[in-house]
Structure formats: structure tokens, C-alpha cells
């Protein structure tokens, strides 16, 4: 396993937006350091990016983190996107796990579920 590492700054070309990069690992094991990083950037600003694009592998644990935090930007009237570069690895996991969509599930008003197409 590979062990996690988070970073959430600001970016600097877009005040309003926070950058969260995690490379690593996301498993149930690192679940909290992640649910707070991600609560953490939530806090920071009007649009949250999750940067998984160094991912080495998710679980589904890390997946259902990441649905969550996309329903809590849509209630708090912030955009949230995930950044996956490509991320094979990222792709794989969340299509294998049945989280790939067609169309958002009932919360995503916004239509802007980060399930929903493939490049973010």
C-alpha cells in the first residue's frame, strides 16, 4: 500500500478555488485523513477541485467520500469537480465499483454529478 499524501492550497489564478492534490492511496484505513482534507477544502473557498490525477488506488470507501463531498458543495452552493488527468487507475475504480452514470442520481439538481461523463 502506498502511503497517502494530501495537500489543499489555494489556487492562485482563481481566489475563489481550492486545489486539493492526493496521491496515493485512499482506503478505509486513511478514510478520516481524507473525509478531513476534503472538509477542509470545502471550507476554503466557492470551488473545490480534488486533483486525483498521482492516485495509485482507491477503495470504495474513498469513492463514497467523494460522492459526499459533492453533495455537501451542491448544498452549500459550491462547485466541486474531481481533475483525474487521465488517471487510469482512478477510472478503472470507479467504473468497476458502479459509479460511472449516465445521468446524476436524485441530489444532483445542478446536473453537474462528477460520476457523469469521463474527464472529471
Known amino acids: ?9 489555494q489556487d492562485p489564478a482563481h481566489p475563489g478555488t481550492r486545489v486539493l492534490k492526493v496521491a496515493g492511496e485512499v ?7 481524507f473525509k478531513g482534507a476534503l472538509i477542509e477544502a470545502l471550507s476554503g473557498g466557492s470551488e473545490v477541485q ?8 482507491i477503495d470504495l470507501t474513498g469513492l463514497q467520500l467523494l460522492c459526499a463531498a459533492h453533495h455537501s458543495a451542491g ?9 483525474d488527468g487521465g488517471n487510469p487507475t482512478f477510472r478503472d ?7 460511472r452514470r449516465h ?9 453537474s454529478c462528477i460520476w457523469v461523463g469521463g474527464d472529471n
Open 75 to 83: 448544498t452549500a452552493g459550491k462547485e466541486f469537480h474531481i481533475v
Open 93 to 99: 475504480m470507479a467504473t468497476s465499483a458502479g459509479f
Open 103 to 111: 445521468t446524476g442520481c436524485a441530489y444532483d439538481r445542478a446536473c
Open 50 to 57: 480534488v486533483d486525483v490525477s498521482a492516485l495509485t488506488g
Open 27 to 33: 482506503s478505509i484505513g486513511v478514510a478520516g485523513d
Open 1 to 9: 500500500m502506498e502511503e497517502l499524501m494530501l495537500e489543499c492550497r
